[in-house]
Nanobody, 124 residues
Framework: DVQLQASGGGLVQAGGSLRLSCAAS????????IGWFRQAPGKEREGVSC????????YYADSVKGRFTISSDNGKNTMYLQMNTLKPEDTAAYYC?????????????????WGQGTQVTVSS
């Protein structure tokens, strides 16, 4: 079974940084996309960023462009989300998900496997 383990959340002051990790295991397919999503209380789940295993192409939501960087260490089957210049509005539960396809997609409905969330809280 595919398993995704997200970690790295925490409490940080505005302007600070955090790095989230997503460790993937149990998959046998070569082409996939790993996406990071977030959901704040009372809000819909939002696609933050994703990366394709086939060519390393990436997507970022406008709200995080220039502040967040997604990367992958395919040898370790681990993906990262470096979050800099954090803002209080970045506060949410962050989830990593895997899409069994090579094309980028920010729609949560297009993802097949999900990890548990890791909480990010940014204080003002």
């Amino acid at each position: 079974d595919v398993q995704l383990q997200a970690s790295g959340g925490g409490l940080v002051q505005a302007g600070g940084s955090l790095r989230l990790s997503c460790a993937a295991s149990g998959f046998t397919f070569d082409d996939y996309v790993i996406g990071w999503f977030r959901q704040a209380p009372g809000k819909e789940r939002e696609g933050v960023s994703c990366i394709s295993s086939s060519d390393g192409s990436t997507y970022y939501a406008d709200s995080v462009k220039g502040r967040f960087t997604i990367s992958s260490d395919n040898g370790k089957n681990t993906m990262y989300l470096q979050m800099n210049t954090l803002k209080p509005e970045d506060t949410a539960a962050y989830y990593c998900a895997m899409r069994r396809w090579r094309t980028l997609n920010s729609n949560a409905d297009e993802y097949d496997y999900w990890g548990q969330g890791t909480q990010v809280t940014v204080s003002s």
